[in-house]
């Protein structure tokens, strides 16, 4: 941490000590010293009468420089002359004092440095170095110098702690980090203090394109990301740089574009480590330029998004023609992809109505939560708020009560005013540290769950494993319980007992589950997995779920390629269809290309409502299930499959059937950029 900048100080009280006449002429010569008065003068820096102190931090210590002026500057020059050659006692000396004591030293200050000036004539800087609970509490400091054996002053100016919030608030903050605030007590962070890359126990970076077709292309490394002086720098740079995720069969804008035009960084903490409730507080400076979009937010752990919960503690964009912060939150709906939104805009000219300079000022932006509230606040003003239990996923299922992640990213944002990036201009986006805070302070990880075994039986799968034990502190909340996979699209429940049963289980391969054990503060324990064949139930291969209804076996082997089915289309040479191993449940039907498609006969039962599941990924948009005949008039009805961007859903949507009819359902891919896997489906009656 190696960062300047300047006190204000207000100076109370000036005095001079002179050794034998005070009231003879000021002279300038050296050799009569005893006669001078006001032999030397605290400069002020401001005209308003502040004086102005350089403040400093450097390794871990902290000092402050004050500027004097001599009446001569072969004065000057012998003070610093005779404490640079001293090898005992030293000609200056200073100390300090509290302001509310006044009346007592409470500590000498040891002097490092003293110089005169070679460009102004007479002055002299005296560098000391300061203790750190000097920095928390006013204080006055003190001054001594003398040549020979003359003392030419003792100056007293005191610093006030609310001086010093001003100017800090334009440097990172090299002050302590409080142990304790509002009863809550710091358990981990970043404050970003170790020049060079970002630590990577805590960080993972993204790379390539990531989302809301933004231009940048997200890179690791320290060309982007790196920590200089106190605090983390995140560069947007016009830079033309090969997307690492390309494949120009694709037809997601993240993987078919080869190049982008921009490169910059996002960093989250995601399975590296996770929080439960408590404050987080980031403090960071924006860069206004035109396309900066900083975001400062959490997502949850588990659930696929938004179901899995996002909290935008601060994002910087322009909303309705004004550059503006955001503070949001979102849950999901039933749809896959698809977010309810508490969002609350606040343009920058509310602040900048406070204060002209608050866009050049690092602020403080400050999530609070807990079991029933989240608070959003700027510079402790509140800017939004939940109801933990009422602001919940369209399922009901209560969002914020799983552990949330920390990202740091700046991305860029053209909204019709370009983006003011140049090869000699960057955006910079600058954080100097992330905080957390909670009510205990666990760093300690519940035991891994042993005796971790799965039976299958009739579609069903159960679980069941031995108690984890914790002794951090924080108390076992819960297990989490994962097939496939670790994290977020894995996921399938939680539990507290020591029992899980998993219901409609297709029958195949085997499948492998895993097992964390959750504390009270967002510690996951080590992972435990068992494998298992899950036997009888229904899926993919087991045909079509639908009362009175037919499907032919699909006349298909694992990896066997065949032609695209088209009754409908008329061409069966478009696409083609394959069921391969791997996907959620084992084996998975692959469809490519345009209008590839399979077809199946169903007999509807009118006036009767459906329900369509199936497991699906997809890579862009333009597959649907198309349901032949279902509406009056032998009309069909198709239902869209979003793009998912490469991750598995579950997608899952009602209709009527308005007809007895007999229609072709398909399974049909339009586009020829889209690759489609669907890994296990459903369509039957609802009760």
Same mark, same amino acid.
Not at 140 to 151: M, Q
Not at 299 to 309: F, Q, T, V, Y
Not at 355 to 378: A, F, G, N, S, T
Not at 624 to 629: A, R, S
């Given at each position: 941490?190696?960062?300047?900048?300047?006190?204000?100080?207000?100076?109370?009280?000036?005095?001079?000590?002179?050794?034998?006449?005070?009231?003879?002429?000021?002279?300038?010569?050296?050799?009569?010293?005893?006669?001078?008065?006001?032999?030397?003068?605290?400069?002020?820096?401001?005209? $308003?009468?502040?004086?102005?102190?350089?403040?400093?931090?450097?390794?871990?210590?902290?000092?402050?420089?004050?500027?004097?002026?001599?009446?001569?500057?072969?004065?000057?020059?012998?003070?610093?002359?005779?404490?640079?050659?001293?090898?005992?006692?030293?000609?200056?000396?200073?100390?300090?004092?509290?302001?509310?004591?006044?009346?007592? %030293?409470?500590?000498?200050?040891?002097?490092?440095?003293?110089?005169?000036?070679?460009?102004?004539?007479?002055?002299?800087?005296?560098?000391?170095?300061?203790?750190?609970?000097?920095?928390?509490?006013?204080?006055?400091?003190?001054?001594?110098?003398?040549?020979?054996?003359?003392?030419?002053?003792?100056?007293?100016?005191?610093?006030?702690?609310?001086?010093?919030?001003?100017?800090?608030?334009?440097?990172?903050?090299?002050?302590?980090?409080?142990? =304790?605030?509002?009863?809550?007590?710091?358990?981990?962070?970043?404050?970003?203090?170790?020049?060079?890359?970002?630590?990577?126990?805590?960080?993972?970076?993204?790379?390539?394109?990531?989302?809301?077709?933004?231009?940048?292309?997200?890179?690791?490394?320290?060309? !982007?990301? =790196?920590?200089?002086?106190?605090?983390?720098?995140?560069? +947007?740079?016009?830079?033309?740089?090969?997307?690492?995720?390309?494949?120009?069969?694709?037809?997601?804008?993240?993987?078919?574009?080869?190049?982008?035009?921009?490169?910059?960084?996002?960093?989250?903490?995601?399975?590296?480590?996770?929080?439960?409730?408590?404050?987080?507080?980031?403090?960071?400076?924006?860069?206004?330029?035109?396309?900066?979009?900083?975001?400062?937010?959490?997502?949850?752990?588990?659930?696929?998004?938004?179901? !899995?919960?996002?909290?935008?503690? *601060?994002?910087?964009?322009?909303?309705?023609?004004?550059?503006?912060?955001?503070? !949001?939150?979102?849950?999901?709906?039933?749809?896959?992809?698809?977010?309810?939104?508490?969002?609350?805009?606040?343009?920058?000219?509310?602040?900048?109505?406070?204060?002209?300079?608050? =866009?050049?000022?690092?602020?403080?932006?400050?999530?609070?939560?807990?079991?029933?509230? =989240?608070?959003?606040?700027?510079?402790?003003?509140?800017?939004?708020?939940?109801?933990?239990?009422?602001?919940?996923?369209?399922?009901?299922?209560?969002?914020?009560?799983?552990?949330?992640?920390?990202?740091?990213?700046?991305?860029?944002?053209?909204?019709?005013?370009?983006?003011?990036?140049?090869?000699?201009?960057?955006?910079?986006?600058?954080?100097?540290?992330?905080?957390?805070?909670?009510?205990?302070?666990?760093?300690?990880?519940? %035991?891994?769950?042993?005796?971790?075994?799965?039976?299958?039986?009739?579609?069903?799968? /159960?679980?069941?494993?031995?108690?984890?034990?914790?002794?951090?502190?924080?108390?076992?909340?819960?297990?989490?319980?994962?097939?496939?996979?670790?994290?977020?699209?894995?996921?399938?429940? %939680?539990?507290?007992?020591?029992?899980?049963?998993?219901?409609?289980?297709?029958?195949?391969?085997?499948?492998?589950?895993?097992?964390? +054990?959750?504390?009270?503060?967002?510690?996951?324990?080590?992972?435990?997995?068992?494998?298992?064949?899950?036997?009888?139930?229904?899926?993919?291969?087991?045909?079509?779920?639908?009362? $009175?209804?037919?499907?032919?076996?699909?006349?298909?082997?694992?990896?066997?390629?065949?032609?695209?089915?088209?009754?409908?289309?008329?061409?069966?040479?478009?696409?083609?269809?394959?069921?391969?191993?791997?996907?959620?449940?084992?084996?998975?039907?692959?469809?490519?290309?345009?209008?590839?498609?399979?077809?199946?006969?169903?007999?509807?039962?009118? /006036?009767?409502?459906?329900?369509?599941? +199936?497991?699906?990924?997809?890579?862009?948009?333009?597959?649907?299930?198309?349901?032949?005949?279902?509406?009056?008039?032998?009309?069909?009805?198709?239902?869209?499959?979003?793009?998912?961007?490469?991750?598995?859903?579950?997608?899952?949507?009602?209709?009527?059937?308005?007809?007895?009819?007999?229609?072709?359902?398909?399974?049909?891919?339009?586009? %020829?950029?889209?690759?489609?896997? *669907?890994?296990?489906?459903?369509?039957?009656?609802?009760?």
């Amino acid at each position: 941490m190696k960062n300047r900048f300047f006190i204000v100080a207000l100076i109370v009280l000036f005095f001079c000590g002179c050794s034998d006449n005070d009231d003879t002429v000021v002279n300038n010569s050296i050799d009569e010293l005893g006669n001078l008065e006001n032999g030397l003068v605290f400069l002020p820096r401001y005209e $308003d009468g502040k004086a102005s102190i350089e403040y400093r931090a450097e390794d871990g210590e902290f000092y402050i420089t004050a500027n004097f002026k001599t009446l001569s500057a072969r004065l000057a020059e012998r003070i610093a002359d005779e404490w640079n050659q001293a090898t005992g006692d030293k000609n200056v000396t200073a100390d300090y004092t509290e302001v509310q004591t006044r009346t007592t %030293s409470v500590s000498s200050l040891e002097v490092t440095k003293v110089v005169s000036s070679n460009e102004t004539e007479g002055l002299i800087t005296i560098e000391m170095k300061l203790p750190l609970e000097a920095l928390l509490k006013p204080f006055f400091f003190s001054v001594s110098a003398k040549a020979g054996n003359t003392l030419l002053m003792s100056a007293y100016v005191p610093v006030y702690k609310d001086d010093l919030d001003k100017q800090l608030a334009y440097v990172p903050d090299p002050r302590p980090i409080p142990a =304790i605030k509002d009863g809550l007590y710091y358990t981990w962070g970043d404050e970003f203090n170790i020049d060079g890359s970002v630590n990577e126990e805590l960080w993972t970076f993204e790379e390539g394109f990531k989302r809301g077709n933004e231009p940048q292309n997200y890179v690791k490394g320290i060309d !982007n990301a =790196i920590v200089v002086d106190g605090r983390l720098l995140i560069t +947007a740079k016009k830079e033309r740089r090969k997307n690492p995720n390309y494949d120009p069969t694709s037809g997601d804008y993240r993987m078919n574009w080869e190049y982008g035009e921009y490169t910059s960084a996002s960093m989250n903490g995601n399975q590296k480590r996770f929080f439960l409730f408590g404050r987080t507080e980031v403090r960071a400076k924006i860069d206004p330029s035109s396309g900066s979009f900083p975001a400062i937010w959490t997502c949850g752990n588990n659930k696929e998004w938004p179901l !899995n919960g996002e909290i935008d503690i *601060m994002e910087f964009y322009i909303h309705n023609g004004e550059q503006s912060l955001t503070s !949001n939150f979102a849950a999901g709906k039933k749809q896959p992809w698809e977010a309810i939104w508490n969002s609350r805009w606040t343009p920058l000219s509310y602040y900048e109505l406070k204060d002209p300079d608050w =866009i050049k000022k690092y602020h403080v932006y400050r999530m609070d939560w807990d079991e029933k509230e =989240i608070k959003l606040y700027v510079d402790d003003e509140l800017r939004n708020s939940i109801k933990v239990e009422e602001f919940l996923n369209e399922d009901g299922s209560i969002v914020f009560h799983n552990p949330q992640y920390m990202w740091l990213n700046l991305a860029l944002k053209d909204q019709g005013r370009g983006i003011d990036l140049s090869e000699t201009k960057n955006i910079q986006f600058e954080v100097d540290y992330f905080r957390l805070y909670q009510k205990v302070i666990d760093h300690q990880k519940p %035991s891994k769950v042993t005796n971790f075994t799965a039976k299958s039986k009739d579609g069903l799968v /159960n679980l069941s494993w031995k108690p984890s034990i914790d002794t951090g502190g924080a108390g076992l909340l819960r297990y989490d319980l994962y097939r496939g996979g670790i994290g977020s699209g894995y996921f399938i429940g %939680s539990t507290t007992t020591t029992s899980f049963t998993e219901v409609e289980v297709a029958p195949g391969a085997e499948m492998t589950y895993y097992i964390q +054990a959750l504390d009270g503060v967002g510690n996951y324990s080590d992972v435990n997995e068992v494998t298992v064949r899950p036997e009888g139930g229904g899926g993919l291969h087991e045909g079509n779920l639908v009362p $009175d209804g037919t499907m032919e076996s699909l006349p298909i082997e694992l990896d066997q390629s065949l032609p695209g089915f088209d009754g409908s289309w008329g061409n069966a040479s478009w696409g083609s269809l394959r069921v391969l191993t791997g996907g959620y449940w084992g084996k998975y039907i692959q469809i490519t290309g345009g209008n590839g498609e399979l077809q199946f006969p169903v007999t509807w039962t009118p /006036n009767t409502t459906y329900v369509l599941r +199936a497991k699906i990924k997809t890579t862009g948009s333009g597959f649907e299930f198309g349901l032949g005949k279902v509406k009056v008039g032998d009309s069909s009805l198709a239902l869209s499959i979003p793009n998912t961007r490469g991750e598995w859903i579950q997608f899952e949507q009602e209709f009527m059937a308005e007809t007895a009819s007999t229609g072709n359902c398909s399974l049909h891919n339009w586009s %020829s950029n889209t690759v489609v896997q *669907m890994d296990n489906w459903e369509l039957y009656e609802k009760e």
